[in-house]
C-alpha cells in the first residue's frame, strides 16, 4: 500500500510564496511520475506539474515560471514551490503517485487527501 500526504498549504497574500510537500510511504521501492493536481470550487481537476523518476519536469501554462516541482527520490518525496501566487491559484492541491514499486507489485495511481491553498489578501 502506497499513502500520500501533502503538506504546506495554507492561506497567502497574493505575490506570496508557498512550497508543498508530498510524503509517500509504505514499503516502496521507487516511484515512476509524481505529479501535483489541483481543483477549484466548482471547477474540474487539472494538472499542475509533473517529474519523472529522473528529472524532467511539465507545467501548465497558468503556473510557467511561478511554479517549480522536485522531488527527493530518497525520502520518496514531492515537492511544488509555489511563487508569485495569484487568486487564481486558490485550490485544493492534490499529490499523485504512478507506477509506484513496492513490496507487493507495482501500484498504478495513488493519490493523497489533498492540501487548501488559499490566495486572498
Known amino acids: 500500500q502506497v499513502q500520500l500526504v501533502e503538506s504546506g498549504g495554507g492561506l497567502v497574500q497574493p505575490g506570496g510564496s508557498l512550497r508543498l510537500s508530498c510524503a509517500a510511504s509504505?514499503?516502496?521501492?521507487?516511484?515512476?511520475?509524481m505529479g501535483w493536481y489541483r481543483q477549484a470550487p466548482g471547477k474540474q481537476r487539472e494538472l499542475v506539474a509533473t517529474?519523472?523518476?529522473?528529472?524532467?519536469?511539465s507545467y501548465a501554462n497558468s503556473v510557467k515560471g511561478r511554479f517549480t516541482i522536485s522531488r527527493d527520490n530518497a525520502k520518496n518525496t514531492g515537492y511544488l514551490q509555489m511563487n508569485s501566487l495569484k487568486p487564481e491559484d486558490t485550490a485544493v492541491y492534490y499529490c499523485?503517485?504512478?507506477?509506484?514499486?513496492?513490496?507487493?507489485?507495482?501500484?498504478?495511481?495513488?493519490w493523497g487527501q489533498g492540501t487548501q491553498v488559499t490566495v486572498s489578501s
Open positions: 517529474i519523472t523518476r529522473g528529472g524532467s519536469t
Open positions: 499523485n503517485a504512478d507506477q509506484t514499486l513496492t513490496s507487493r507489485g507495482i501500484i498504478s495511481d495513488s
Open positions: 509504505g514499503s516502496i521501492f521507487s516511484i515512476g511520475t
